[in-house]
């Protein structure tokens, strides 16, 4: 596999082929993992995906961040722009683009329209198709998370993902963005 489109269909479909026993066990490795590390323990605001498509479910990580009374922001794509709102329920969230589930309807004055910026106290959880050993990304294509990062270079981020979704080398751009961490079920890389 040579391009970033071969890839990414080369990832979905082994995302595809997961059996639900082993894509929860795997994810519930990814996100204990997660939640004791920590930059998310001591992280107030936690800005995260929801999981789509057999990624790594972050539902529970959510539901952790709720319990420990870290306030949880999920992204909304607004033309080519993505903005992350708060949310206090995984119930304010709705099929938006691509199926993908985002806060519904009109978030208001719930909006961190100019997103979590370098506070002390934010952490970035991105989602991506496939990573290297080195923390290299390839994302879905949209270029959503790269250009929001490209604004806050000193935002910490976390990546979570399944092992076989890392190469020992992807094709990489000058734009494309690299996650400090990686997790996954069998281990945690540094870029």
Request: with cysteine; proline share 6%.
């Amino acid at each position: 596999m040579e391009t970033k489109k071969e890839i990414r269909r080369w990832i979905r479909q082994k995302r595809q082929e997961m059996s639900e026993e082993i894509w929860v066990r795997d994810s519930k490795v990814v996100t204990d993992t997660l939640i004791t590390h920590p930059w998310f323990f001591d992280a107030r605001d936690i800005c995260t995906y929801a999981a789509y498509n057999r990624e790594v479910r972050t539902q529970e990580m959510i539901d952790a961040a709720f319990e420990m009374g870290k306030n949880v922001w999920v992204p909304k794509v607004m033309g080519e722009v993505m903005h992350f709102f708060r949310i206090r329920s995984m119930s304010e969230l709705k099929p938006g683009i691509h199926g993908i589930l985002e806060p519904a309807g009109d978030t208001g004055k719930n909006a961190w329209m100019d997103g979590p910026g370098e506070e002390p106290g934010s952490l970035m959880i991105m989602p991506g198709t496939a990573f290297d050993e080195s923390c290299r990304r390839i994302g879905y294509g949209g270029g959503y998370y790269d250009r929001y990062l490209a604004q806050y270079p000193k935002l910490r981020t976390i990546a979570l993902a399944f092992e076989f979704q890392v190469f020992p080398r992807i094709p990489c751009e000058a734009h494309d963005i690299c996650p400090d961490i990686l997790i996954t079920e069998k281990q945690l890389r540094k870029s």
